[in-house]
């Protein structure tokens, strides 16, 4: 997979509520929202260390979870995943990390760059055989989609992932401003 920003969510264990559902649950440890892909190729430390020092200066922020959906669509699903709503703030980091990977001349291979739709993978279609709207109405029915609609997480932290087949590593974390009630 490669190279990315983004904000691990590891506190949203999913796997028990999703286990009734033809899905391969993604790992806890895994679980994030992708701010800006990168590829193949690391940003060199000099411009991770920008990317770094401007989001040190961005307040952190709440993010709500929203509904259900299927990715890449819903006529050919790979993914299970819940939308994360606040997006004004999430594009926020994204304009400002891309705006800096740019002036870096860092070239970026993220096919999805001109639609940010930030979400939370949270387990993968075991097969295509199945209606993919047969997924969501079970998650509907047996009550999924109302325990983690409206969860709150806090954006305290982005950091620089690497992902290589199941395995993502935070290879540096930028924390951002955070005043003392959060």
Do not use: W
Not at 10 to 33: F, G, T
Not at 86 to 94: D, G, M, T
Not at 158 to 164: D, E, K, P, Q, Y
């Amino acid at each position: 997979m490669g190279f990315f920003y983004g904000v691990f969510t590891r506190d949203l264990d999913v796997a028990p509520l999703i286990r009734a559902l033809p899905v391969i649950p993604m790992d806890s440890e895994n679980m994030h929202i992708t701010i800006a892909y990168i590829g193949d190729k690391r940003p060199s430390q000099e411009v991770d260390d920008r990317v770094g020092v401007s989001l040190n200066s961005i307040p952190c922020f709440r993010v709500k979870l929203g509904q259900l959906m299927l990715l890449p669509s819903a006529l050919k699903p790979r993914v299970l995943a819940v939308e994360v709503i606040n997006n004004e703030q999430l594009s926020r980091l994204r304009s400002v990390i891309i705006s800096i990977l740019r002036d870096s001349s860092v070239p970026m291979s993220d096919k999805y760059s001109g639609e940010f739709k930030p979400h939370i993978t949270i387990a993968y279609i075991k097969t295509k055989k199945i209606d993919p709207q047969e997924i969501l109405e079970t998650a509907y029915e047996i009550g999924i989609e109302s325990k983690l609609q409206g969860k709150s997480l806090l954006i305290d932290n982005v950091s620089l992932i690497l992902a290589r087949e199941n395995n993502y590593r935070e290879i540096s974390r930028h924390e951002l401003q955070c005043p003392s009630q959060y």
